[in-house]
């Protein structure tokens, strides 16, 4: 958590506050967006193993703490919209938001160079990177998307939510809950301490302030992997890259709740090919409602 902390002064001088005016959303709704599809099972599933590869990893984490967003980089009242909207979706999701003075843990940063400022937090003036591999840290930093999002995890949780704590001046973390793992539930689950989403302000020209704030928590909330979606694909993920001639989302689709909603409702000690199950479910469940 202090890695916020000691971001938010280095944040101001590295992403300005941009002047560019980002148009308010009508309301606060989320929009719903569906699409018809006589395979429609067969498709959710595809957008769900698509958003959720991950390699190495037998679990898909979560915030298991409060959520809340801060937004840098962008003037008021744009900032405040955004914010307003990201704890908007943020608390129909994970239903668990902190009061609005409260230590960000979800970071939305708008920048002029978004490569500029990689480079300036990999180089240590704060440590929005803890606990990352090196090699994680220098594909985030060389990644030349115009966006990049990551989240840093928190203390390991046993199965029954306790936290694991380490023994003394050891340093051996002790697991001591009574419940065993299993094929279909880990004893232990990890959880994100905090996220990061940093925008090149190039690409949000013409985004309305509820089109960033949902594409930001989406990106902040799951560790997504949006690259390989399909040009048509129903999600606010499509808002960022999308052609200048494309329709894309006004807002989160059902599509985009149903996939956070399956995370956050789901069991929480599932390995991941259960939990890609169950937001299989919850996304299918969205969209047959929003029919």
């Known amino acids: 958590m202090r890695s916020i902390l000691f971001a938010a002064a280095f944040v101001t001088i590295a992403a300005p506050a941009l002047a560019q005016d980002i148009r308010p959303p009508a309301d606060d709704d989320i929009a719903i967006v569906v699409t018809g599809n006589r395979d429609i099972k067969k498709t959710i599933r595809q957008f769900v193993d698509t958003l959720t590869r991950s390699p190495g990893s037998r679990q898909l984490a979560r915030f298991e703490q409060r959520i809340c967003p801060k937004v840098f980089g962008l003037r008021e009242p744009a900032a405040a919209k955004v914010t307003t909207r990201m704890r908007l979706v943020s608390a129909a999701v994970t239903r668990d938001v902190a009061p609005a003075k409260c230590v960000p843990n979800v970071m939305l940063v708008v920048t002029r160079d978004k490569a500029a400022f990689m480079r300036e937090v990999a180089r240590g003036r704060d440590n929005l990177f803890d606990g990352l591999?090196?090699?994680?840290?220098?594909?985030?930093?060389?990644?030349?998307?115009?966006?990049?999002?990551?989240?840093?995890?928190?203390?390991?949780?046993?199965?029954?939510?306790?936290?694991?704590?380490?023994?003394?001046?050891?340093?051996?973390?002790?697991?001591?809950?009574?419940?065993?793992?299993?094929?279909?539930?880990?004893?232990?689950?990890?959880?994100?301490?905090?996220?990061?989403?940093?925008?090149?302000?190039?690409?949000?020209?013409?985004?309305?302030?509820?089109?960033?704030?949902?594409?930001?928590?989406?990106?902040?909330?799951?560790?997504?992997?949006?690259?390989?979606l399909a040009a048509d694909a129903p999600s606010i993920l499509r808002a960022i890259d999308a052609p200048a001639d494309a329709e894309v989302p006004l807002s989160m689709t059902a599509w985009d709740y149903g996939f956070l909603r399956g995370l956050?409702?789901?069991?929480?000690?599932?390995?991941?090919?259960?939990?890609?199950?169950?937001?299989?479910?919850?996304?299918?469940?969205?969209?047959?409602?929003?029919?």
Do not use: C, H
């Open 264 to 291: 956050y409702k789901t069991q929480t000690n599932l390995y991941d090919t259960q939990q890609r199950t169950e937001i299989a479910r919850e996304v299918e469940k969205k969209v047959v409602a929003a029919r």
């Open 133 to 228: 591999s090196g090699s994680k840290v220098r594909t985030l930093v060389r990644d030349p998307a115009p966006v990049t999002a990551w989240q840093v995890l928190g203390g390991s949780l046993a199965a029954d939510g306790r936290a694991i704590t380490e023994e003394g001046t050891t340093g051996i973390q002790t697991n001591r809950t009574t419940e065993a793992s299993t094929r279909i539930r880990p004893a232990v689950r990890q959880q994100f301490d905090f996220a990061v989403v940093v925008v090149d302000a190039k690409v949000i020209d013409g985004l309305n302030t509820t089109q960033l704030a949902d594409y930001a928590t989406m990106r902040a909330l799951a560790s997504l992997d949006p690259s390989s």
